[in-house]
């Protein structure tokens, strides 16, 4: 085994003692990773990573997984590391010897907790003990003790843990990206499928001394056709993305990986499974009900109304053992009791294990009528108690996903629909299906009603679902190619997809209401493919008497790469040009904001913005006292137009004029009477 043959950046900070791999060998990889901005290049270096780490120590691939993806547990196991920004200055002093001016000093210049380790490792002028390397086993079990560690005296326990990693990080970059994985926020740019790319790739090419599995040999995909040596990569890559949307565990998929590559078999080791949530499908967003018929043609379809609340998934085994799952994959089993009880209730004769998906909505249990996503928000995220319950909801289900041991992903919608309506049984207002509609493109006046009933039922719009799969085609078949199957209309359900298969069309932004005149005061550094950037952008409207300017919403949609890139290269934390410009490391006292953007901009510029309502809300300050004593306004969807140049920060919209447009939708429709917004 050579490393060499791999990546020569990475050589230097292998050790070759046949001991666990360093955690230097990680950091190399990770400053290489954000070194560049081209997908191609962070790949390669994951994959050569990798490789490294499948042939050389195997057992130190998972932990270097999580690290590299910035996380400990899946999400739907909750482990937080809990730690406060004081332990990690606390840390710092300590093993840098500075003091709190300077240490301040450093923060203010840089900003970034990483960089600011960085800068004071390289000012660390003696060590108390020898460091021991670190390695990416010791890494990652630290933090998992991090988490584990509670009650009393857990936080001097922590503080010793943090203490060691920042002892035994080596030079100036390895402290970087050990503070930045202690505060959750990697910044390197690897997002999931980027992982997951990699890892198929390397695992295509790699094997684990001892195993039998098949792989290929670079020389030999060398001489490849680019066509070919696509199709081999996006056979891989779809495999193990395949297995990560319906099960998205690493410490389930990497040891099956070692175990037999990548396979049809893999599908089989890491496919749906009770009590670990898929992920969900996604909608694709239309303009308008005639885009939608447009892009629909001749296809058979149903309109379902889009319930403005909580998408839950629920998991029932034969046992009876109950879990409930977020959009984003969150165990929040605890937060329905209701919906925990109701399950023997509405399960039919012959079924004996589920996952079903729906839509969670407040309602009034009397009436049956439905309440907007804000009073749903009223409710506690845990423990809640049956007796307690003040938030009533009712699950509006729209998908069977698995019946009595089967997966249902790949019948088409309408099997899984009639499965779901004939085996299950309805109790008014508290389980029922989504109210739909059966149509085609002919049905447009038909379409348009249900639409109409839709917003005046206080749901969001509709969603549109592809009915049956076409018979002449097998979208299974990898050799159809991914751009015909995207367009292909699946009937199928799709994890972690975002098809034309099912469309979402929303109220409309433009027509609805008035745009407002914002201020950008601050951002944060975004995620995947936006983090070079500043996304989202914190805006604020304008309060006359007091000067402040009041927090209203954060924005990310609207906005084009460019304006991105042009917006980074003008708000600069130093980063672009190495000097920072127009921004403000701590927040300016005429802000009025209790969140923690990343950074804060020197306010100078209006943009206007559109929305689709406004909402009271306990987060944002603007309007503050105006609509309600304590609680501000907000935007929902709010989306960039275009920057005002013709107007300065004094005329941008204030928070009167905000109070106003609230009044005046209260008026045409009660809407956030009841509630208060979620963040
Ligand atoms: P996405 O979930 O697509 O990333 P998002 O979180 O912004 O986007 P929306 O654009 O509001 O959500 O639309 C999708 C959401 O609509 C679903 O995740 C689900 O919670 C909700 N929804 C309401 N009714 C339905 C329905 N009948 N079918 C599918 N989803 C529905």
Redesign the pocket.
């Known amino acids: 085994f050579d490393p060499s043959n791999y990546v020569p950046q990475l050589r230097e900070s292998w050790s070759t003692d046949g001991g666990d791999a360093s955690y230097a060998l990680l950091t190399r990889c990770f400053v290489l990773v954000s070194s560049t901005q081209s997908r191609i290049k962070i790949v390669d270096t994951l994959v050569n990573c990798i490789r490294v780490l499948i042939e050389a120590d195997p057992a130190s691939l998972l932990p270097a997984v999580w690290l590299a993806t910035n996380a400990i547990s899946p999400p739907y196991v909750s482990m937080e590391l809990g730690l406060g920004g004081s332990a990690i200055s606390k840390a710092l002093k300590q093993v840098c010897g500075l003091d709190n001016r300077s240490l301040k000093a450093i923060y203010d210049r840089l900003g970034d907790p990483g960089d600011v380790a960085f800068e004071a490792k390289k000012k660390q002028s003696f060590t108390l003990r020898k460091p021991k390397p670190l390695t990416i086993k010791g890494v990652f079990q630290s933090l998992v003790k991090i988490a584990k560690t509670q009650g009393q005296g857990s936080g001097d326990v922590k503080q010793r843990i943090v203490d060691k990693l920042l002892q035994d990080a080596r030079g100036g970059e390895e402290s970087r990206y050990i503070v930045r994985t202690l505060c959750q926020h990697l910044r390197i740019g690897a997002v999931k499928t980027t992982m997951l790319i990699a890892l198929s790739r390397a695992f295509l090419l790699s094997k684990p001394a001892g195993t039998e599995f098949p792989t290929r040999d670079r020389g030999e995909l060398a001489k490849l056709k680019k066509e070919e040596l696509a199709e081999v990569w996006t056979k891989g890559e779809e495999i193990v993305k395949a297995c990560f949307a319906r099960h998205p565990d690493y410490n389930d998929l990497v040891p099956a990986l070692l175990e037999i590559g990548v396979c049809e078999e893999l599908l089989v080791r890491c496919g749906l499974t009770l009590h670990i949530p898929l992920r969900?499908m996604?909608?694709s967003?239309t303009r308008d009900l005639s885009e939608m018929l447009t892009k629909l043609q001749d296809r058979d379809f149903a309109c379902?109304?889009?319930?403005d609340?909580?998408?839950a998934q629920i998991h029932c085994d034969a046992g009876g053992k109950v879990s409930i799952f977020s959009?984003h994959l969150e165990l929040m089993t605890d937060k329905y009791p209701d919906l925990v009880a109701l399950v023997p209730k509405i399960r039919g004769e012959g079924v004996d294990s589920f996952i079903m998906e729906g839509?969670v909505v407040a309602v009034d249990r009397s009436t049956g009528e439905l309440k907007n996503f804000q009073t749903l928000t009223n409710r506690a995220r845990k423990d809640v108690a049956i007796g307690s319950i003040t938030i009533d909801v009712c699950m509006?289900a729209?998908d069977l996903m698995y019946l009595n041991e089967h997966p249902l992903l790949d019948r088409s919608f309408r099997e899984r629909r009639d499965m779901l309506r004939s085996l299950f049984i309805e109790i008014p207002h508290h389980f029922t299906w989504?109210k739909s509609l059966d149509a085609t493109s002919q049905d447009s006046e038909t379409v348009l009603e249900f639409f109409k009933s839709a917003t005046d039922a206080k749901c969001?719009g509709i969603?549109v679902k592809i009915l049956d799969n076409l018979p002449e085609m097998d979208y299974r078949d990898s050799k159809a190619g991914l751009k015909s199957r995207r367009k292909a209309l699946l009937a199928t359900y799709e994890p972690d997809k975002?098809l034309d298969s099912?469309l979402?069309v929303?109220k409309d932004y433009n027509s609805s209401f008035e745009t407002l005149d914002l201020i950008p005061v601050a951002g944060w550094h975004g995620q995947g493919r936006k983090a070079k950037w500043w996304s989202p952008i914190l805006m604020a409207v304008r309060n006359e008497e007091t000067g402040m300017l009041e927090a209203v919403c954060k924005c990310m949609s609207g906005f084009t790469d460019a304006f991105y890139k042009a917006n980074k290269e003008f708000y600069d934390d130093g980063s672009e040009s190495g000097e920072p410009k127009n921004i403000h490391v701590q927040k300016p006292s005429f802000i009025e904001y209790a969140g923690h953007p990343d950074v804060w901009f020197e306010p100078q510029e209006v943009w206007e913005m559109a929305f689709a309502d406004i909402t009271i809300s306990p987060t944002y300050t603007a309007a503050i006292g105006l609509v309600q004593e304590d609680k501000g306004l907000s935007l929902r969807f709010p989306r960039f137009m275009k920057k005002r140049e013709d107007k300065g920060i004094d005329e941008a919209s204030t928070n009167e004029f905000l109070a106003g447009l609230w009044e005046k939708q209260e008026a045409k429709a009660p809407l956030a009477k009841n509630g208060v917004e979620g963040d």
């Open positions: 969900p996604l909608g967003i379902e109304y889009k319930y609340g909580q998408r959009r839509e509006f729209f989504v969001e969603m975002r099912w979402k929303k």
